[in-house]
């Protein structure tokens, strides 16, 4: 992979025309050099700019590495603003909300080895700290030691730096509520497995992981329970290790090799042969080939290299999640422990992911540059639905009971509709899971449709039935219900089924409130509930209010649109979003929960782009035949609430899609109808930028007046063909295309204005 950036300009100008990169000429940076895992992560439960941890990781890796600042079980495990690091823990954490599980921490120290995780706690500056995806290193002060690491998909490689003249020790920690550890002296290893989680697993879960070292052991202790003997194997509460390696007259490096496996003893030890024979730098190397090889599928230039950074940035977490969570056995063969039924079953698995949130871009973004990934994912969610009897709505690694909505129907519907030809993987089963999954409620209130008997009967799920933010999931059902009439017809399945499902995808308008002009809880009698406030968050809501949640209608905008009296109406309502103060209304919370905080202070009034269910209100302007403002908001919303710092996110990250939002935006455009093959236009961030399709063809997509200032359409050409529709579509995008953009300082009111340059909306499908 060639980087964007070229140590000679020249060069560079070759490759990619006029390219005005804020760099000098003398510096060289790969892609993987752009993306930097520290942002996002001077956040706190109160407030979140991100909500995220250093994830040193390969592309979606089964697992994840972390420095340790916050305590054991603590979600908020590295805070930017902390001053003590107390370990290096192993993470399969999708969230600090969600916690983690198959976790365990090691921690180098000089002198006597310590075990309290206060005690072995060492001072740290992030002056002497280096974090990149794949490789992590810090000085740890009170220790006067230097630690690296660098993972594989299921391993991870340290290099320890130990100082002249002091003890040489070394802490594992396995962490409580059931843990085992054994210290092998001859084979210098030490194995066992932690049973620490979250919840989403079986009774019989466990992380099994062992640790090699390339020294001999000078000092080998157990601790189970607070308690220190020469045992050399123990099983308790919470146990760990305690080893030394002597005092050398000179400073010396430690290696330790470091592997996990969900399944058993023996598998952990096959995974960490992932490691070779590499050394350190070889490794290390390796994995910014496999960094640079993912993020070059989307190459970009011409910005700033704080938004080189934000870019890159964003595509990261982008790949992080879904997780792999299979395994290779010895005979080669594609297994995984399944979190659904205890037992360990043949092919793919994926976890670690809310369909809530990621439906919206992040599944989108794989579909069109990363369809191999996603049909591995898919092949999963059909292997989950076939152990467990249900999709997973929020798997971590198994069913959580989480958020709202049947969105698993959106993952997998977009999924066959784009990539399904060219990948073979089981469509029936899946479509089974759907029709189940939208038909019932689940053994979880999240998994299934709770409410499925009311939202059956009477088109809605009620107000006042105690079923809670009612009228998010009546919303999202809706929507759900479009994405299955949509692969429906896909697949030829009976007619009945196709009008079934397209009618109970028109459910929305039950919600609509004409006198207040936005979406409303309803009751089991047909009335509207009393009293309604637009600003009140959480009730008939989810994480937002109704102000938020009206534009949940990804299906069917033209619909919506109708029902507020026409576009000018509809674009009125848009515009109120930005204008109206950012009051709120706490009383279901009992508290000022985070999301409205960053709402509040964000200076753009009621829109909430720190959580996702507005998040593509800004691209609807398009349907109101006023793309112009579109293009206005999508800028104004990358350039304040996104920069490459530690608090550079606007609310939490969740797992990529806050990402996958910048990275479609940074381009030019967004999918706001998964289900459907449009991509609705914004304007694109960068000068220039290519997307290499899996197909082996391009997307070249060219703005060479580009700027701050310079943030409308004037003209846009397809192919050299001037083309002035407010959306892309799929399928001629997987042919290969050449998007020249014209942009100026003023918006062209008179491009885009047109009734057939509008998107999808399914009143309008023909």
Not at 37 to 45: A, Q
Not at 389 to 407: H, K, T
Not at 562 to 587: N, R
Request: proline share 5%; aromatic share 14%.
């Amino acid at each position: 992979m060639k980087p964007i950036i070229s140590t000679v300009a020249l060069l560079l100008c070759i490759q990619w025309g006029l390219f005005a990169q804020k760099i000098s000429a003398t510096e060289s940076r790969e892609l993987v050099d752009y993306a930097l895992p520290l942002v996002g992560t001077d956040s706190r439960p109160e407030f979140s700019n991100g909500n995220t941890y250093p994830a040193i990781a390969l592309p979606w890796g089964m697992n994840f590495w972390s420095p340790q600042t916050g305590k054991m079980g603590d979600g908020w495990m590295y805070k930017y603003g902390a001053e003590k690091i107390r370990g290096f823990k192993q993470t399969h954490q999708p969230s600090p909300w969600m916690n983690d599980y198959g976790q365990f921490s090691i921690m180098p120290m000089s002198g006597e080895p310590v075990f309290d995780q206060d005690q072995r706690a060492s001072w740290f500056s992030h002056k002497a700290e280096t974090v990149e995806p794949n490789y992590y290193q810090v000085y740890l002060a009170d220790h006067n030691i230097n630690v690296e690491l660098t993972p594989t998909e299921r391993a991870a490689l340290f290099r320890i730096t130990y100082p002249a003249g002091q003890d040489a020790s070394f802490i594992l920690d396995a962490f409580d509520n059931g843990s085992e550890v054994t210290i092998d002296p001859a084979n210098k290893r030490v194995s066992g497995y932690s049973t620490k989680n979250s919840g989403g697993v079986p009774d019989n879960f466990k992380n099994y992981f062992v640790l090699e070292f390339d020294q001999e052991f000078t000092l080998a202790q157990t601790i189970a329970d607070s308690n220190v003997s020469e045992t050399l194997s123990v099983n308790a509460n919470h146990v760990g290790a305690l080893l030394g390696f002597g005092r050398k007259e000179n400073s010396f490096q430690l290696k330790v090799k470091v592997a996990s496996s969900f399944i058993s003893p023996e598998q952990a030890l096959l995974n960490l042969k992932e490691l070779g024979s590499a050394d350190f730098e070889g490794l290390r190397s390796k994995g910014r080939e496999a960094w640079n090889e993912q993020l070059g599928k989307i190459e970009v230039g011409g910005g700033s290299v704080a938004q080189l950074e934000m870019f890159y940035t964003s595509l990261y977490r982008s790949l992080l999640f879904p997780r792999k969570f299979y395994e290779i056995n010895a005979a080669g063969e594609t297994v995984h422990y399944s979190p659904y039924n205890g037992k360990v079953e043949t092919g793919y698995m994926y976890t670690d992911t809310g369909f809530w949130d990621t439906f919206r871009a992040l599944f989108p973004l794989l579909n069109l540059v990363y369809p191999e990934v996603n049909a591995e994912i898919q092949a999963g969610l059909a292997n989950a639905y076939q152990e467990g009897g249900w999709l997973p709505e929020w798997g971590s690694p198994g069913l959580r009971n989480v958020m709202v909505g049947n969105n698993s129907a959106s993952v997998v519907a977009d999924a066959y509709l784009k990539i399904g030809a060219d990948y073979d993987y089981d469509i029936e089963t899946l479509y089974e899971a759907l029709i189940h999954g939208a038909n019932n409620a689940g053994p979880l209130t999240a998994v299934g449709r709770a409410g499925a008997k009311y939202y059956n009967e009477l088109g809605y799920v009620p107000f006042d039935v105690k079923i809670n933010e009612n009228a998010a999931r009546t919303l999202e059902y809706s929507y759900d219900d479009f994405t299955i009439y949509q692969l429906a017809k896909k697949l030829n399945k009976p007619q009945a089924d196709i009008e079934l499902y397209k009618s109970r995808a028109m459910n929305y308008k039950k919600l609509y409130d004409k006198e207040s002009g936005w979406m409303r809880g309803k009751n089991e009698d047909g009335t509207f509930q009393s009293p309604f406030n637009p600003y009140k968050w959480g009730g008939a809501f989810t994480e937002g209010n109704s102000i938020h949640y009206t534009w949940s209608v990804f299906q069917d905008v033209q619909g919506l649109a109708d029902l507020m009296g026409g576009e000018k109406a509809f674009a009125a309502k848009l515009d109120e979003v930005f204008t109206s103060a950012p009051i709120f209304e706490e009383s279901y919370y009992g508290f000022v929960i985070h999301e409205i905080r960053e709402m509040q202070v964000a200076q753009m009034g009621q829109y909430a782009h720190g959580n996702q269910p507005i998040q593509h209100m800004i691209y609807l302007y398009n349907y109101a035949q006023q793309p112009w403002k579109a293009q206005y908001w999508v800028r104004e919303t990358m350039n304040r609430m996104y920069q490459p710092t530690p608090d550079g996110y606007c609310g939490d990250e969740d797992n990529g899609q806050t990402s996958a939002w910048y990275v479609f935006s940074a381009l030019g455009f967004y999918p706001v109808t998964p289900g459907a093959n449009e991509y609705v236009l914004g304007a694109p961030l960068f000068k220039e930028a290519k997307i290499h399709l899996s197909n082996g063809k391009t997307v070249e997509i060219s703005a060479p007046a580009n700027s701050d200032q310079n943030r409308y359409i004037q003209h846009m050409t397809w192919n050299g063909t001037s083309y002035d529709k407010n959306f892309l579509v799929y399928e001629d995008l997987m042919k290969g295309a050449k998007l020249n953009f014209e942009m100026t300082a003023n918006p062209n009111t008179n491009r885009g204005i047109l009734d057939t340059a509008k998107p999808f909306s399914l009143s309008r499908d023909n």
